[in-house]
């Protein structure tokens, strides 16, 4: 809706105020413009201004599953308990009655396509097939303006690694985010599947099977106001290699964890320890630097709980928790199991702690 509105006399004038909510994706934007060539009369006058509020939303529909509550299901209903007709279209679905998986990450490099292959020191379960497709999959965008919000299509993909099934979801590391589970699958060399689909997807892009496909990787730290941010899992390529992006202005981007130059660079980023040593159970970590913000931000953050790792002594790579800074080079912690000592390992690495959800879409997930 546009609003002209010209006006030739004295006094307070406003033309127009709004509000708007969008719970969906896609865009959101207000365009004002004001001429005026000042106005004021008085000493109590404002003469011309204009009041711009733009902030993130923080409204999240909660409830309990009502229908659909199964395994595979595209379709659930809720008993809402608060926020109803905030759902919004494309949103992640959160289910806070599973628990987290915790892990450490033990280096990040470059993945396939626009993923970040991001290492972790305890197993996990390896997608049961990938590869990549070989056209462009477009859903029809009519369909996504109601539910299932979807547009079953058949595509092709060049295998490149195991056997797809109809039982798994597959995800894709291009534009768009998407998980699905396919309706058919055939061929061998070249598959073929039939799905529903929720985004475009481009040629050449690389679609995982099972898996760490669909789990999500959460930074506590940066929770705001209980908005939750977190990097995608797309698919682990090994029993201990993710492969994780970060989508952002529609696009998967590469290097999300660490360079990404976001909230991921800074939360998941290593820093290094010069020094360790230890009598009982209480860790001191001296020479703290990292090749970027990580030492400062790390101590302004003043979390409680670091990861520890690479360190020569081995009962040092675990939690360290109760993390008290001396300085933004210096830090105190304990680790309850270290015996009496004293210990010492002159490098290691450093990280916040993280958790990867324990089944597809984030579930429950909290950094200590």
């Given at each position: 809706m546009a609003v002209n509105y010209n006006s030739n006399g004295a006094g307070i004038?406003?033309?127009?105020?709004?509000?708007?909510?969008?719970?969906?994706?896609?865009?959101?934007?207000?365009?004002?413009?004001?001429?005026?060539?000042?106005?004021?009369k008085a000493a109590s006058d404002e003469g011309?201004?204009?009041?711009?509020?733009?902030?993130?939303?923080?409204?999240?529909?909660?409830?309990?599953c009502s229908t659909g509550c199964t395994t595979g299901s595209t379709q659930i209903?809720?008993?809402?308990?608060?926020?109803?007709?905030?759902?919004?279209?494309?949103?992640?679905?959160?289910?806070?009655?599973?628990?987290?998986?915790?892990?450490?990450?033990?280096?990040?490099?470059?993945?396939?396509?626009?993923?970040?292959?991001?290492?972790?020191?305890?197993?996990?379960?390896?997608?049961?097939?990938?590869?990549?497709?070989?056209?462009n999959v477009r859903p029809s965008w009519g369909n996504l303006a109601?539910?299932?919000?979807?547009?079953?299509?058949?595509?092709?993909?060049?295998?490149?690694k195991g056997t797809y099934d109809t039982t798994h979801p597959i995800c894709f590391s291009d534009q768009f985010?998407?998980?699905?589970?396919?309706?058919?699958?055939?061929g061998s060399?070249?598959?073929?599947?039939?799905?529903?689909?929720y985004r475009p997807h481009a040629s050449g892009s690389y679609v995982y099977q099972g898996g760490m496909c669909g789990y999500w990787i959460e930074v506590a730290a940066k929770t705001s106001r209980s908005n939750r941010y977190v990097a995608t899992v797309v698919g682990s390529t090994s029993t201990t290699t993710l492969q994780v992006v970060f989508f952002q202005f529609g696009a998967a981007k590469s290097g999300p964890l660490n360079g990404g130059g976001k909230w991921t660079n800074q939360a998941f980023a290593i820093g290094n320890i010069g020094n360790l040593s230890s009598i009982g159970t209480t860790v001191y970590a001296s020479g703290v630097t990292s090749g970027t913000f990580v030492r400062q931000?790390?101590?302004?953050?003043?979390?409680?709980?670091?990861?520890i790792s690479k360190a020569s002594y081995s009962p040092f790579n675990t939690a360290c928790t109760g993390a008290t800074w001396l300085s933004s080079s210096e830090f105190t912690c304990t680790i309850s199991d270290l015996t009496a000592g004293p210990h010492s390992s002159t490098?290691?690495?450093?990280?916040?702690?993280?958790v990867v959800s324990s089944k597809p879409n984030p579930l429950n997930v909290n950094i200590a």
């Open positions: 004038r406003e033309a127009m105020g709004s509000s708007l909510n969008h719970y969906g994706i896609g865009d959101t934007a207000d365009y004002w413009y004001i001429n005026s060539h000042g106005g004021t011309t201004e204009f009041a711009d509020v733009v902030s993130e939303d923080t409204t999240l529909i909660t409830g309990t209903k809720l008993t809402v308990t608060s926020g109803a007709g905030t759902q919004g279209v494309g949103r992640i679905l959160i289910d806070t009655t599973t628990g987290a998986i915790s892990n450490t990450i033990v280096s990040m490099a470059a993945g396939l396509g626009a993923a970040e292959a991001v290492t972790v020191g305890t197993p996990i379960t390896q997608s049961n097939a990938w590869g990549q497709l070989t056209a109601s539910p299932p919000f979807s547009t079953t299509q058949t595509f092709s993909m060049n295998n490149i985010n998407d998980n699905t589970i396919p309706a058919s699958v055939t060399g070249t598959i073929t599947i039939t799905a529903p689909i931000y790390l101590h302004s953050l003043n979390k409680s709980t670091f990861i490098t290691a690495n450093f990280q916040l702690g993280y």
